[in-house]
């Protein structure tokens, strides 16, 4: 469909535009479902990551938690995690899939048009530049006058209030006839481009992130303040004493639903996202809650550098002293901040201890699964053979010796 703009006195006319269907960015799944779709895989691939690391005993002195912590400590088999995990996902899955049943198809072909009512709005603005001037004393013309003697002819037409008269066009018109028309300044049709690719889908990423973390800080907090809330449903996530990467969307079906999947779908909603804006926005959320409880404080990761929100600031909300604090997920921690509901107390302490108990676990149920070995034993006086009892010890789950980056602790 083809759409003309009238041509006015003052300003530059709009150009004309043909909508076409947007063209899915991986062929034949629509866009609506690949943004459904890249964040389970990101969700799955960063985990596996993480978990090659744990179960390889990698950069064990980044480790928040040692494995005898992760062996004793927690109340839900890996197992259930999955299984949980998976059926979020399906929910989540589901429920995109509904909402994306009544969105409208996107369209393209009217970037350009877009781009110039922007340039129509900045050449608006111009027209402010003269008053502006006046309040402070300044002779608007006299500075434009001056600004064209010395070659500044668009400095000029700014200091002008948006006059331009040798920026001109030829345009035809629909009866054949050819007129001149004002054009854009190229300075003009650069900042509206800025504004329309970068600034505004910048804008709408922040503001969906500000909505998202809003809708997790409150939904969270009242999990944990209303004792109903957290027990029916918040408590199977606090299982995970010691969290791991994959173990970021164990939850109950409920509240997976409410904190995750509503919370980003109306950050999504209300930001006006296109789909190709929120394959970003789903995947980054989720590659963001996983890194959040992977379990490691890494210095070189950005995303525990970029937003005081991290593995080491969520973990201590995962402890049975910092339960009651650290609320903020999954990005800023805004909320916590003005709310008072950040902790504030020791911390290296209470790690020391945690790791002591779950060792001293793991040293008990060594030594209670000591195994008797016989070991036959000749004697040189004779054939006759003595039985000596020997004890066999399994320490598998000892480990190395882990210990919190002195870096990640409040002291």
Request: hydrophobic share 40%.
């Amino acid at each position: 469909m083809a759409f003309n703009a009238s041509v006015t006195s003052d300003l530059p006319p709009l150009p004309t535009y043909t909508l076409s269907v947007r063209p899915p960015l991986v062929s034949p799944i629509p866009d609506n479902i690949l943004s459904l779709i890249l964040p389970i895989i990101a969700y799955w691939g960063l985990s596996m990551v993480y978990h090659f690391l744990d179960v390889n005993n990698y950069f064990e002195q980044y480790r928040l938690h040692t494995p005898a912590e992760l062996a004793k400590r927690n109340r839900v088999t890996r197992w259930e995690v999955v299984r949980d995990v998976v059926l979020q996902q399906v929910v989540q899955t589901l429920a995109g899939m509904v909402l994306g049943y009544f969105d409208p198809v996107e369209t393209v072909g009217k970037e350009e048009y877009d781009v110039a009512v922007w340039a129509q709005r900045l050449r608006t603005a111009q027209r402010a530049i003269p008053p502006a001037l006046a309040l402070v004393g300044l002779d608007a013309a006299g500075l434009a006058k001056s600004a064209s003697q010395n070659g500044h002819n668009i400095l000029a037409g700014a200091l002008a209030g948006g006059s331009y008269p040798s920026i001109v066009q030829s345009l035809i018109l629909e009866s054949g006839d050819t007129i001149t028309a004002p054009a854009f300044a190229s300075w003009e049709l650069t900042v509206a481009s800025f504004i329309y690719w970068y600034l505004i889908p910048a804008f709408q990423f922040g503001l969906a992130i500000s909505i998202v973390d809003t809708w997790q800080y409150f939904w969270h907090r009242a999990m944990h303040l209303n004792r109903w809330l957290y027990v029916t449903f918040h408590s199977r996530h606090h299982r995970l004493y010691v969290p791991y990467a994959f173990g970021a969307l164990y939850n109950h079906p409920v509240e997976g639903f409410l904190l995750d999947t509503a919370g980003t779908g109306v950050g999504f909603l209300l930001s006006g996202m296109t789909n190709r804006q929120a394959m970003w926005f789903f995947t980054i959320s989720t590659i963001k809650t996983v890194d959040d409880h992977c379990g490691y404080a890494f210095p070189w990761d950005p995303l525990q550098h970029f937003t005081s929100n991290n593995a080491a600031y969520h973990d201590i909300h995962h402890q049975s002293w910092g339960i009651k604090t650290n609320f903020s997920q999954p990005f800023f921690i805004f909320w916590d901040r003005l709310l008072d509901t950040q902790w504030q107390g020791e911390t290296k302490l209470r790690y020391e201890r945690g790791r002591e108990s779950a060792q001293k676990q793991v040293d008990m149920d060594v030594s209670q699964n000591e195994e008797p070995e016989h070991e036959t034993v000749v004697s040189v006086e004779g054939p006759a053979t003595r039985t000596r009892l020997r004890r066999k010890t399994v320490d598998s789950l000892k480990g190395p010796s882990h210990g919190v980056p002195g870096s990640v602790l409040h002291n």
